[in-house]
């Protein structure tokens, strides 16, 4: 049986905790690609380094600027690295962030083994973000469909590619056993996002 904090967040968040874990979301992922710019691209490859803007006001308008900064700050690493190298470097450091998130998520929500407990955690982060979803089950696999996400009409197909690999960190982090990978975004002209969810040869969650 899930736990009670897992029930209650995947059912309903209060707006306060939605803020503060967004607000959570955003500095870790920014902080991730604005180090990442600084490390790689020495500044006189760019005029100017992209401003972060600080989130402010309401939900919505929270996460339209951090989509806002996602972006620029993507674009700003393909601008001085190369779109192949700011990939590959992007969502390698994103990964990691989702990852963090995940992990820290399943201790603090109380998340068990089972495939159930992973979708309902992945159900309350999701939300903080804007975005749901449904899962049906092919086999011994799942294909989760986004139908809507507040991101996507901020974000470039480049911004999408690079911060979805967040989201991949973040399954591997609730279960360490189970792994997910988009196969394609509404960002890239879709009508709704697809990935596909698998357990790991030897991981056999309930």
Known sequence: MPSFRLRLASAWLPGWELKGELDRVSSMTTDALTSLLKDRAPASSLAVYPPVIPLRGSLDERRAIMATNHTMLVEA??????????????R??????????GAESRVRLGVGDG???????????????GISFF?????SD???R????????????RTCRVLSASDEGVIRGLNSRVGMRFEHTITSGYPSCMARIWIESGGSPA
């Open 92 to 101: 390698q450091a994103l990964f990691e962030v989702g990852l963090k998130i």
């Open 77 to 90: 690493l393909v601008e001085a690295i190369g779109e192949s190298k700011a990939f590959d470097l992007g």
């Open 135 to 139: 899962v049906v089950q092919h086999g």
């Open 115 to 129: 495939i159930d407990d992973l979708l309902r955690a992945a159900k309350a982060l999701y939300r903080v973000l």
């Open 142 to 144: 799942y294909e989760m």
């Open 146 to 157: 986004v139908l809507r996400c507040a991101l996507a009409k901020f974000y470039s197909e």
